[in-house]
């Protein structure tokens, strides 16, 4: 089995050896997994084009690592356990032996219908089962699984599909949230209205039972392709380098990126962190709330905790359904001893009030795990208090889409943990902080860009289709290191703080969206002439998106608003829409045209006894305008 450190000098120990010896390090760790051929060389590696290869001349497949090897002595032990959304409805459990079954029948199924190694399957489903199912059966195969979030609007799901050339789209009829009952496969539909001309089959699993359209060229009914298919099938040979999937997330720029993750080193690293950082005991049962269309479900749903063989629970509903204890409910049902959510629920929940936590126990509890975006001291001290008793360590787990697993972590009772802090990076993790010319920021009390010198095995490889863009956005920015867009600081005794994103991306509820992404969807409003979109500090979101607006007609501010949002959730979906959308008559513009977005940044944040020299503006009496727009007074009055 995987190295599991267990005390702070095992820690510094592995942390040594894994800086000095890393080829070494990752070999051991890779020799605890399941290969058909072992690698020739362990690490290949330049950050100038990038080219990184991990393992390479290895063969295996991840899904013998995360269901079969367990088997002989695993077979009947629960590997997935399914909460619905609705509490009095049917827990499903899956064991090793039973997911073993399912995940084959899958895989036949998909074979039957065309799917070959290399294929892109786009996945737009819910929190079902057959979600997990089929990504392991899609890996099973060799086929590359592209998870598209089933909040994304049509248009977000068209493009990501047309991105990547997908084969078949896999969806649902429709999704349980809550008290409500959203359609997908009509979405499904819309996208393909769209243009998706690489589409040949949508492949629909019948969840909530509501009516659809049925498209005879395309459509494809779950239960009637997998009849009859046996539960055995032989797993693909795949090299350690070959693609296992695509997911996308959004940067400075306009367009979403496909970040591109392989199979070995993805498979080693995530099973690894998981082990480290939750130290995940035989027989725990685990529950990461986040939802498979992110990079968290992913990692640590999915690939992490099976490949180590524990037990995770996969939620269909909302943290607030029937009502804000849905999650201690859970906790206490199931017993639940690792429990890993995101901030921006854990400050919703907090909002609600104690009464809802009160009514449970949770004497469960061993670990309590944040990830997605920086968790403020209030909701920390909540977690650590309601929630852990204070007995249970909390991992505020630094790390990104691009990371593939856990990257700047303390491991739960093993290595010192300081509120508000991710600490210290995992064993192979070697971050650093440099200054806008790209110079490393040696010591302690300091403060910079943080960046990773060495590569690690789950990084990113590269983004689906534009290496370029791989290049120039992570690689070139600060020569020979990968630049992760965050600035932070590590304190006196050498913890790093993440103080959040230093490029255009707002971090709303610990979902990434880029300020372009919004503007573009903005702008295609027709009475739109020009916009621009900054985060603001939101009480429970995190960042809340603030969209100043200069429109041709004379449309009011109230109307204005609700087309907006309107706009935004069709062309990305809800998680978009601005919170506050303010006309303007222009932008504050420097000379070279360019919008200043500091100037917003701060009227949003209603810091405007500070702005900074606005005398090199091209036009610094917008500044006052927008200000008395915002209902704020201006500095001279
Ligand atoms: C960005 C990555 C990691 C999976 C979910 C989000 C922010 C993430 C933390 C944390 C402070 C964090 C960063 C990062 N972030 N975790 N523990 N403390 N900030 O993945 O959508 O790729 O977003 O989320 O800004 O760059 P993602």
Redesign the pocket.
């Known amino acids: 089995m995987a190295l599991q450190v267990k005390n702070f000098q095992e820690y510094k120990e592995a942390y040594q050896k894994s800086v000095e010896n890393p080829a070494l390090f990752w070999e051991e760790q890779a020799n605890t997994f399941q290969w058909h051929r072992k690698w020739d060389k362990v690490l290949d590696w330049n950050f100038e084009e990038p080219n990184i290869k991990w393992f390479e001349g290895a063969k295996l497949n991840i899904t013998e690592n995360c269901i079969d090897r367990h088997l002989k002595d695993k077979a009947n032990q629960t590997a997935i356990i399914w909460e619905p959304n609705d509490p009095n409805d049917e827990t499903i459990r899956f064991t090793y032996q039973e997911l073993h079954d399912e995940v084959c029948k899958t895989a036949n199924m998909l074979k039957s219908l065309g799917i070959k190694k290399g294929d892109v399957i786009c996945f737009y489903m819910p929190m079902v089962p057959q979600l997990a199912i089929s990504v392991l059966a899609c890996a099973r195969i060799g086929a590359i699984h592209s998870v598209v979030f089933a909040g994304f609007s049509a248009k977000a799901l068209a493009d990501r599909i047309n991105d990547a050339s997908v084969k078949m789209v896999i969806c649902t009829d429709g999704n349980n949230r809550g008290s409500k009952q959203i359609a997908v496969k009509k979405v499904v539909d819309e996208a393909i209205e769209l243009g998706c001309p690489s589409v040949e089959k949508v492949l629909m699993l019948k969840h909530t039972h509501q009516e659809v359209n049925w498209n005879l060229n395309l459509d494809i009914l779950w239960s009637q392709a997998i009849k009859e298919q046996p539960p055995v099938c032989p797993a693909t040979v795949m090299d350690a380098e070959d693609v296992l999937f695509i997911l996308y997330?959004s940067g400075s720029t306009g367009k979403p990126k496909g970040v591109v993750h392989t199979c070995a080193g993805y498979m080693v690293y995530t099973t690894f962190s998981f082990k480290n950082v939750f130290q995940y005991q035989e027989g725990d049962i685990y529950w990461c709330t986040a939802d498979i269309g992110?990079?968290?479900g992913h990692s640590y749903i999915i690939y992490g905790p099976l490949a180590a063989g524990a037990t995770s629970i996969m939620f269909e509903g909302v943290p607030t359904y029937p009502d804000a204890g849905r999650f201690w409910e859970i906790c206490d049902k199931y017993k639940v001893n690792q429990f890993y959510t995101a901030p921006t629920a854990i400050r919703a929940l907090m909002a609600k009030g104690d009464a809802f936590v009160d009514k449970y126990n949770l004497d469960s509890l061993k670990v309590l795990g944040?990830?997605?975006?920086?968790?403020n001291k209030e909701a920390w001290e909540w977690y650590d208090n309601k929630i852990g008793k204070n007995k249970c360590p909390i991992v505020?787990?630094?790390?990104?889409?691009?990371t593939g697993g856990m990257m700047i972590s303390n491991l739960a009772g093993v290595t010192p943990q300081k509120a508000t802090f991710?600490t210290l990076p995992l064993p192979g993790i070697q971050p650093c902080l440099v200054d806008t010319d790209g110079n490393e920021i040696e010591g302690n009390d300091v403060e910079g860009l943080l960046c990773i010198k060495h590569p690690w095995p789950s990084m990113l490889r590269t983004t689906y289709g534009d290496h370029e863009r791989c290049k120039n956005t992570y690689f070139s920015v600060f020569k020979g290191k990968y630049f992760?867009?965050?600035g932070a600081r590590r304190d006196k005794d050498g913890l790093y703080r993440?103080i959040?994103?230093v490029d255009d991306v707002i971090?709303v509820s610990?979902?990434?969206l880029g300020t372009a992404e919004v503007e573009n969807a903005i702008n295609a409003c027709d009475f739109v002439i020009e916009s621009a979109v900054v985060g603001y500090p939101h009480e429970i979101k995190g960042q809340g998106i603030f969209a100043y607006v200069i429109c041709n007609s004379n449309v009011d501010n109230d109307r204005l608003e609700p087309l907006v949002r309107d706009k935004v959730s069709k062309i990305i979906g809800p998680i978009a829409k601005p919170d506050k959308v303010l006309l303007v008559s222009g932008l504050p513009k420097t000379r070279s045209g360019k919008i200043m977005r500091r100037i917003l940044r701060k009227i949003a944040e209603k810091e405007i006894s500070n702005l900074g020299d606005i005398s090199t503006l091209l036009n610094p009496e917008i500044v006052d305008e927008i200000i008395e727009k915002a209902g704020l007074k201006t500095v001279s009055s």
């Open positions: 997330t992110w990079i968290t944040s990830v997605g975006e920086p968790i505020d787990t630094w790390w990104q889409t691009e991710a992760t867009g965050d993440i959040g994103r971090n610990g979902h990434r």
